[in-house]
């Protein structure tokens, strides 16, 4: 039942072709049926008693509107062809691998993360089944507190390593995080507890309270430590006729914003979050 709607909606794109094909045949045999009249009723005098040319005419229209019915099998089967394709997209979507569900045995204790430790111990990723690795037998250790730089040049692998502890490309190795593998974690808990701040950060059409805390878990007074320990405040006074404050409008990906603004915004909102892992991809911009 939730597919017709969707489709309902898309039908008169597809069938346009067929619609306006049917238009026009029919205004065409219509104007051929108008012209044969005017013709019977302007030249009557020298044809009324020519049972021949008024027969030659009536057939011409018959066969004129036989014409366009012959088009309805074409737009049926046009229709037929989108349908079936409609429903080879449902079935390849269908198909798509899904990743795990959440389990009772994957949920952390209630005190996970208590520290930011990591270790990971020949830690080797890729992106396909069948593609080459892109991480290999990868070693370290990070102690909680302690602030890691990743440094390689463009293609190296350092966002991908991102993606490989929080498992969303394939991996091989074994990550610990807080004493537990990430392996035995549920997707959804693994990913709330770390927080990364992209390349290019993303800010949803809401206003400024809703990109930073889009459940509603936070108090003002949070949000506000969180925008004024991440340098709004400095970079703006109260008395700005264009004061960015918690209920301002932030259109679909920070259009409205500059690029350190929304920097700005997005170190905020990790602040806001407060994980015990903080990933800076490109963490150069979020500096100076």
């Known amino acids: 039942m939730g597919i017709d709607p969707h489709r309902y909606r898309w039908n008169p794109l597809l069938h346009c072709p067929c619609g306006l094909l049917g238009v026009r045949n029919r205004c065409c045999s219509k104007a051929w049926i108008c012209s044969e009249h005017r013709i019977l009723v302007e030249h009557g005098r020298w044809i009324q008693h020519d049972d021949l040319v008024v027969g030659q005419v009536l057939e011409r229209v018959r066969s004129e509107r036989k014409q ?89 692998g350092k966002s991908s390593l991102t993606l490989a502890l929080l498992r969303c490309i394939l991996t091989e190795g074994n990550v610990v995080y807080d004493g537990i593998p990430t392996s035995k974690i549920n997707l959804d808990a693994l990913r709330t507890n770390v927080t990364i701040i992209p390349q290019v950060p993303e800010l949803l059409s809401d206003t400024l309270r809703g990109n930073l805390d889009p459940f509603g878990q936070h108090d003002d007074a949070t949000l506000n430590d969180a925008l004024r320990a991440a340098g709004l405040f400095s970079v703006q006074s109260e008395d700005d006729e264009g004061r960015i404050t918690l209920e301002t409008d932030i259109s679909s990906g920070g259009g409205n914003l500059s690029i350190g603004q929304r920097q700005i915004l997005a170190l905020a909102r990790a602040i806001v979050r407060r994980s015990k892992l903080l990933v800076l991809d490109e963490g150069k911009c979020l500096t100076g």
């Open 68 to 156: 366009v019915r012959f088009t309805r099998p074409s737009c049926r089967k046009a229709n037929l062809i989108v349908g079936v394709c409609s429903l080879e997209r449902i079935q390849e979507y269908a198909n798509i691998e899904q990743e795990p569900k959440p389990t009772p045995e994957g949920v952390p204790p209630a005190y996970w993360p208590a520290s930011g430790e990591l270790v990971v111990e020949n830690l080797s990723a890729k992106y396909s089944a069948d593609g080459p690795e892109i991480l290999h037998d990868l070693n370290f250790h990070i102690k909680s507190g302690e602030r890691v730089g990743v440094v390689g040049r463009t293609g190296s």
